[in-house]
Nanobody, 116 residues
Framework: EVQLQASGGGLVQAGGSLRLSCAAS????????IGWFRQAPGKEREGVSCINISHGSTIYADSVKGRFTISRDNAKSTVYLQMNSLKPEDTAVYYC?????????WGQGTQVTVSS
């Protein structure tokens, strides 16, 4: 059974930091690209960052460049999203996603709330 377990969300003041984790199981971790998406109330889901597990290449949304860092621990089949200098506009439910070929898996979300 494929599972993507997201954790690490919470309430933080503006300027603070959080680290999200996405623990993967049930598929060959190294074959996939793992991404973080977020959805704020009343808005569409948007991509935040993505990492190719095999190559380690990464991409970031312009809105988070320089503040967020995505990384992976292959031994733990886990992807992290380190979020620094958080802003109220980063408030959203954050989801992790795994993609390879025709496969497209979603985990449950974790709430991130940034107070001003």
């Amino acid at each position: 059974e494929v599972q993507l377990q997201a954790s690490g969300g919470g309430l933080v003041q503006a300027g603070g930091s959080l680290r999200l984790s996405c623990a993967a199981s049930g598929f060959t971790f190294d074959d996939y690209a793992i991404g973080w998406f977020r959805q704020a109330p009343g808005k569409e889901r948007e991509g935040v960052s993505c990492i190719n597990i095999s190559h380690g290449s990464t991409i970031y949304a312009d809105s988070v460049k320089g503040r967020f860092t995505i990384s992976r621990d292959n031994a733990k089949s886990t992807v992290y999203l380190q979020m620094n200098s958080l802003k109220p506009e980063d408030t959203a439910v954050y989801y992790c996603n795994a993609r390879w070929a025709w496969d497209n898996y979603w985990g449950q979300g974790t709430q991130v709330t940034v107070s001003s």
